[in-house]
C-alpha cells in the first residue's frame, strides 16, 4: 500500500536530497512504484532530478534493490541485473568516465535471521563470487550495499581475498559523533540506547580516489506513526562516500 508507506517515503526522500548524491543504491525496496514515488518527491522538494531502475521489475513485494542516478550522467552508462543472484538483489552499473570504465554494484545479501549461520554465509559467498563474475577484469570497481555480516566474517573476508578494501579502514573516514562504526540497529538496551553492528560496506578496487567516506547520522523515526507500519524508515544508517574520479 504506497499511500500507507507515503510518510516513510518522503522522509527517506528528503534524506537523498539533503545528502545529493550522484549515484544512491537503495535495499529493500518493495516496487518500482515505490522508487518512482521518491523519484518524484526528489523533484518535488529540491529540483533534483534523477532517474531510477529497479532489480525486480514490475513485481511487488520482493524487496529488491533500487538504484537512482544523477540525470546529467546520461549516456555514460548502462544498467544490468547481476546474473546468478539470488532473488535479484544485485544491480550493476557500466559507468565510463573521464575515458576509464568503472563498476559499480549495489548488493543485498542473504540475510542471517533463521540463524542458519553456515548455510548463510555460504551463500552470501555464492551471492558475492556472482559480482567478482559480473566484474570480470574490469580494474576499477565498488561494491556496496547490505551484507547482513560483520566485518570478521567469512563473506567479508572472501570479499577483501579478491582485493577489495573497506572504505571505514582508510584514513579518509570521518567518524560519526558516536565514535563507533554500527550502521544497524536490532534493538534498544533497558536505557533505551540502540544497540548494533556494522553490515552495511562500501567496497573498492583500483584507482579509487575516495576524498572522504561517512556514516549519515539521519533521523529514522517518522513523527506519525502508521499503526500498520514499524516507526523507522530503516532499521539502517546510511553509509556514503565522496570519490574523486
Known sequence: NLHAQESHLKLISKNIGLLFPDLC???????LEALQYIQKQLLTMFNLKYECYYSNGEEKGFQGVGLLIKDNLE?????????????????????????NIY?????HLKSLYDQKINKDEQEQIQELSSVIDWVKNCPNSIICGDFNNIPDSKPIKFIKSHLYKDIF???????????????????KDLNSKEQGSRIDYILTKGEINILS??????????????PNLRGETSDHLPIMAIISV
Open 25 to 31: 543504491f537503495l535495499q529493500e525496496i518493495g516496487s
Open 75 to 99: 549516456g555514460l552508462y548502462t544498467v544490468e541485473n547481476i546474473p546468478n543472484f539470488k532473488l535479484n538483489r544485485a544491480l550493476g552499473v557500466n559507468l565510463k568516465y573521464n575515458n
Open 103 to 107: 563498476k559499480l554494484i549495489g548488493v
Open 169 to 187: 579502514d582508510e584514513k579518509t573516514f570521518i567518524n560519526n559523533i558516536l565514535n563507533n562504526t554500527n550502521t544497524e540497529f536490532y534493538r
Open 213 to 226: 567516506s561517512h556514516i549519515v547520522d539521519i533521523k529514522r523515526e517518522c513523527i506519525v506513526q502508521q
